[in-house]
């Protein structure tokens, strides 16, 4: 199923199924963020609010949480709709599977959510089972980031005074003085050190030491990087996950970073 702009009516999104047919009239949503065979979750302008609706377009719970959201092993990170900076879980059918309770909630991966937990003055990183407990957390750290999204190749980065890369056991695959972290895609993450971006592998070794001054984007095992400061103000670099530079882009265009968002 993919979810299509349909062109005669403006900022309208619906859902189609394998055969290019729409399986309902295309509605007013901002976008959509996930799509499964029973379930879509939507959001709408001009809060960015998301919904979860059933996959003829029944609302199932309404304006759960803020910005894009997925569904990830029959759950979704949600907050009660009167505080939306404290995060719990909802099954499909939009219960309560756990209250929320947290800073913040990324959706489950492999049997684990990535939390941020705050009790009292201590605030820590950890991830919790379906029933909300505890297996692991992280002391050191301050949190998983909310601008980070969650698990990408089965890890997550982990902040603090260090910068950790962790997998759903809770190993740390390694730690450092970075400065800023991208998602890593088989088995590759583009990592910053000062002012410059290079590629890592998972034993946070270099696979190209630091020298591009952005990075933009990840998919699949490809990365955008950048010798200027902004998405057209210098060449763009198309690099996969060994290293090597595939397409160079001139500068002004961005067409290596369609989609892109800043």
Known sequence: MGHPRDSSVSECIGIVDEHGEFIFKPKRYEDISSVTESHYVATKAPYNLASLYRINGDVVKRNFALGKNYISEGMLAASDGENYCIKGYIDIDGNWVIEPK??????????????????????????????????????????????????????????????????????????????????????????????????????????????????????????????????????????????????????GSGSLCVGYNP
């Open 102 to 251: 947290f800073e913040f909630a990324h959706p489950f991966y492999n049997g684990v959510g990535a939390v941020n937990v705050r009790k009292g003055k201590k605030r820590y990183p950890a991830f919790v089972d379906s029933s909300g407990n505890e297996v692991c957390k992280f002391s050191g750290y301050l949190d998983f980031s909310p601008l980070h999204g969650g698990f990408s190749d089965g890890m997550i980065p982990v902040w603090g005074k260090e910068i950790g890369l962790v997998d759903t056991s809770g190993a740390m695959l390694f730690s450092g003085d970075y400065d800023n972290v991208g998602r890593m895609s088989c088995g590759s993450v583009a990592l910053k050190v000062g002012d410059r971006w290079g590629l890592a592998s998972r034993d946070g070794s270099w696979i190209i030491a630091p020298r591009f001054l952005s990075y933009f984007v990840q998919d699949d095992g490809f990365f955008v990087f950048g010798d200027g400061k902004g998405l057209y103000s210098g060449r763009l670099f198309l690099v996969n996950h060994k290293g090597d530079i595939l397409h160079e882009e001139a500068s």
